[in-house]
């Protein structure tokens, strides 16, 4: 793959027309429940020609759940390992990275996560969420399963460890798992509630108000998300892998998750920002040499 390429993989694309922070502008504003239509609509990610070369080479599944279908795609043979993408993200985006793992001699799982890529929503408008998402981890895993590891990315890299250590109101839900990476991940719900808050400007305060609605949405308190507490279950490996130069997921974030784990490793890198480390050929380096 072209330098160019790689580069274009990760280019920001047009936002969801539901995503309209606009109407947050004030407390009373996001003390409602259309905040959370806002706050779960991933960003429009229509599937173009680099992601359509991406997953040429991939076997495709189409794996029904909960009365939608969500499209998998397959590299190599071995043990499994199963990608999860980030919130408003698609498979193709972990493809490079996949196909890489693969040529190790992996079979690699990769899969558009509800609502997002060429996987099927419910409703007039695509929307999801972390417990969904997590329930899509449980349900992919079942269909292709046994998985050897899970590697997730941003928002599927919490997915993916609440998902394997059967955290809170997840533990019907557990998946086991040998190894386990995290790319570039969030702490926490908190952390991700604060990502939102931060990315749309919104007012002081505005954060205690979002974990409100999202609460009354959702049957879990945010507080009970935090992937340092969920690794305290996990016997497996764990390897966390961030840039120390993201600006949207922050270094500090990283270094606090692996704060008190013996079996948890972090590997920081430089240069790579968010999004662009899926493409560095380090970051492949580094994860052949622990799966």
């Known amino acids: 793959m072209t330098e160019n390429l790689r580069s274009q993989m990760f280019e920001k694309r047009e936002g969801n027309p539901m995503c309209n922070a606009n109407n947050y502008k004030d407390i009373e504003g996001l003390a409602n429940d259309s905040v959370m239509m806002h706050f779960c609509a991933p ?9 359509r070369k991406l997953t040429r080479s991939a076997e495709q599944y189409d794996v029904p759940f909960e009365g939608q279908m969500l499209k998998a795609y397959a590299w190599g043979e071995g043990k499994t390992i199963l990608m999860v ?5 698609r498979a193709s985006h972990l493809a490079f990275l996949g ?5 190790s001699g992996f079979r690699v799982i990769a899969f558009d996560g509800p609502a997002h890529g060429n996987s099927e929503f419910n409703g007039d408008y695509p929307r999801s969420s972390l417990p969904e998402f997590c329930r899509a981890i449980f349900h992919i895993s079942n269909h292709f399963g046994p998985i050897y590891g899970f590697v997730g990315h941003s928002f599927g890299g919490a997915a993916a460890a609440f998902t394997a250590c059967g955290q809170a109101n997840l533990s019907g839900y557990r998946v086991e798992i040998e190894k386990l990476v995290l790319i570039s991940s969030p702490s ?3 952390a991700m509630v604060n990502h939102y808050c931060r990315n749309y400007k919104l007012p002081e305060g505005a954060q205690e108000a979002v974990i409100a609605q999202l609460e ?9 998300y935090e992937i340092k507490d969920a690794l305290r279950k996990f016997n497996g490996d764990v390897l966390v892998v961030h840039d120390v130069d993201d600006q949207e997921v922050f270094i500090e974030e990283a270094r606090q998750m692996v704060e008190g784990h013996k079996h948890v490793n972090l590997i920081e890198t430089r240069g790579n920002g968010h999004r662009k480390i899926l493409a560095s050929r380090s970051l492949i380096k580094i994860l052949k040499s622990f799966l």
């Open 216 to 224: 009354k949405e959702f049957p879990l308190k945010t507080g009970d």
């Open 85 to 89: 993408h980030g919130w408003g993200s």
């Open 188 to 190: 926490g719900i908190d």
């Open 43 to 51: 960003a429009a990610d229509a599937e173009n020609e680099i992601d």
């Open 99 to 103: 196909r890489s793992i693969a040529r």
